[in-house]
């Protein structure tokens, strides 16, 4: 008889956001008159910029000829894309990156899901807490984190990183000695940065103790203050111990186009081997390529006109976080992020727990955010409300938060 | 000291295809006068069908304005496409699978390396020999396999069905006991096709050993004899023990699109655990799903025009398979496949190998095919053509191939 993977069943409950789904939809079929309004799940709400419909329509048409027709994909990615991603998100930064230590995909979440497959079954994790749920769940599935505790939401093998206020929602040095440190900056869920000194320190502390970074910079388009680094290439030895991860969807508004990359400097070594081969073998062996179509949208984002564009959307998503910040400070509530991310991280009112004031939220203003304790036992308390609604839809949220 | 998956090191050396691109590449570099006819990938080089096209412009369309902006898809696809899938590919054939035993993914490559990871450490796996080598190279990769010899190219935990000449390209009940029995039919790379009794069989012994089958689909649409299944689930009971892949990149030409689906009944049990629920779990958490653009290109396959399209799309395919067929066998090739299937499988003439035969082909006729033996050891000293090619360069390769 066929055997599972028995790691799967230790995962406590579903996935987060289908969750949350599930709730609102109950909700929605429930209450068809009230008008819901999400600022849970990070997913986007304006449409693609022109610059980026228009790369579109031109690839689709190239498809439509056997003479313009292309194919499989090459295996990193084509190089048009793997070029303007290079020279705008690394050589214009001064961060040492060529084309080819970049690899196009699908999206962060299946890089930062499928990442630890290249690593081996006895790494032990350090994770922030609260922190992308994903990045736990797939090394539960991979059988690397231990024994779950359900009293305190945690895996015995999985080294956690509190960020709460006390510490201004900015991990502290371990410890216990991790091997792999998954690191999300700007944070999601709080909202958070860190000044590059700060993470010069991550690095140096991984290159002294042999541990790997795994960086996760889907928000680096957010970053509004000057200190706080967009890539962690921009510190010195990066190269030796991180591996970055890079979307489209937050920038670019590509959470239903898909795209994402995944940089490995090919210094990047484990005695002899080098991840960047690990990687490659991976994606050659388990994916075939993101659309060509996409790739050329992608390349678009990187245009003078895509840039102009996706700076005035950027610009549209963060006006929408300086309204709940402000409107929710000003109404007594304690809040953090919304400056260098398109999150804000409140404390639930009244000594609530998050899911508590996720169904009160829901039920009361028919707002629907994230329940901090979804990302982490530190989350508890807290909740996630993102800036990515329209600007009517935001302040109509803010309205009736401030009006409970 | 972080450690790498160690299983990845026992791959013996890079993925097929990749190695075949470059020589190829190295061939045309140092021999740029000469015109290089690859009929090796199985990559296809009709243009996507109008029907197709017209819906991608329209979904770009719709991502342009804020009302009709797709974000991130449902976790299972668009209902639109699986409810056009399971009408058309199932019900329509009297296979009873309902839309949500339909999972989207971006191609069946990555359902077919994926799908491994729900199943536990301890299952002993069979595959066809020769066979497309993701399956046993992702179960390598999941340290599934054992210890590889590198005289026989197997792998100790491996059980190989040979299919060759002797046994008409039909894998046999093995006599050792496989707990996951990967199934690819037509075949890649023989171009075989089994029967529905044929193939009932295997259902029956899967059902009785407790066994689990990976049916690979993919070439369905190439079916042209009618007692060859175009799915499993036509076979009673296999949605107890049956997971179909399919693709649209041999049936639409959708290689450079990237769309496919796993179906998994929810039926289909290991005592109490659904695999359907773990696959879930698995697309929940590592995937985001395929685009909305190429989702509803998915939906134009089942248009009526979208279907009259590819219906000729398919014609001129196997146009191309017959001409090889025939044009090798009247040369004094053994030849077969290309009947339900858009591969032509041929034994290199004169006792050569698999890999002598490539070079001299690439070297005398310019003509690019897939060497058998990167199949498996059953392949050495078969090769590989496809059918993808335009028709003119089909002719010209064939004929290259007779002047020899």
Redesign the interface.
């Known amino acids: ?6 790691n ?2 230790k ?1 406590p409950g ?2 987060l ?2 969750t949350i789904g599930k709730k609102v939809n109950a909700y929605a079929a429930a209450h068809p008159d009230k008008k819901v309004i999400r600022l849970g ?1 990070g ?6 910029a ?1 610059a980026i ?1 228009e790369a ?2 031109k690839a ?2 190239e ?4 003479e313009t ?5 090459p ?1 990193l990615g084509y190089e048009f894309l793997r070029n303007a991603i290079a020279e705008n998100d690394y050589r214009a930064r001064g961060c040492n990156i060529s084309a080819d230590e970049i690899f196009i995909s ?2 962060a ?2 890089d930062s ?2 990442i630890q ?7 032990k994790i350090a994770v922030c807490d609260p922190v992308y ?2 990045y736990v ?2 090394n539960v ?1 991979a059988g690397r984190t231990g024994v779950y505790d359900s009293a305190k939401e945690t895996w015995s093998d999985v080294i956690y990183m509190p960020c709460t206020a006390e510490n201004n929602f900015a991990p502290e040095i371990p410890k216990e000695r991790p ?2 440190i998954y690191l999300c900056f700007p944070n999601n869920p709080t909202g958070s940065a860190i000044t590059k000194p700060q993470l010069q320190e991550w690095v140096d502390y991984a290159n002294k ?4 970074i795994i960086y996760d910079a889907a928000y680096e388009a957010y970053i509004s203050e000057e200190n706080v680094p967009h890539s962690i290439y921009e510190c010195e030895g990066a190269g030796l111990c991180a591996i970055e991860l890079r979307s489209f969807s937050k920038n670019a ?1 590509f ?4 795209l994402g990359f995944t940089v490995i400097p090919k210094e990047l070594k ?1 005695g002899e ?1 080098s ?1 960047h081969s ?1 990687w490659a ?2 994606h ?11 790739q050329r949208a992608g390349e678009a984002v990187y245009s003078p006109e895509g840039k102009r564009q996706l700076k005035q959307q950027i610009a549209y998503y963060m006006k929408n976080a300086r309204y709940i910040l402000e409107g929710l400070q000003s109404a007594g509530y304690t809040v953090s992020g919304g400056v260098n991310a398109p999150y804000i991280w409140l404390k639930a009112p009244g000594g609530m727990s998050s899911w508590e004031f996720f169904d009160d939220l829901l039920e009361r203003a028919n707002v629907v955010g994230t329940p901090g304790s979804g990302f982490g036992p530190s989350g508890e308390t807290y909740f996630r409300l993102t800036a990515f609604g ?1 600007y009517e839809n935001t302040v109509e949220a803010v309205d009736r938060i401030r009006a409970l």
Do not use: W
């Not at 997913?43 to 693609?48: A, G, S």
């Not at 027709?69 to 994909?73: H, I, P, T």
């Open positions: 008889m066929f055997k599972i993977n028995e799967y069943l995962l579903s996935y956001f289908s799940i997913d986007v709400t304006q449409p693609l022109p419909i579109l329509h689709v048409d498809m439509a000829a056997a027709f292309r194919g499989y994909a295996d699908d999206g979440k299946c899901g499928n497959e290249i690593f081996g079954q006895g790494n749920p994903v769940d797939t599935m091997d792999i103790v042999g541990a790997v508004g959470t239903g186009v898909r484990c081997v991840l690990l073998r991976r050659g062996t388990k994916y075939n390529g993101a659309p060509y179509i996409v329209s």
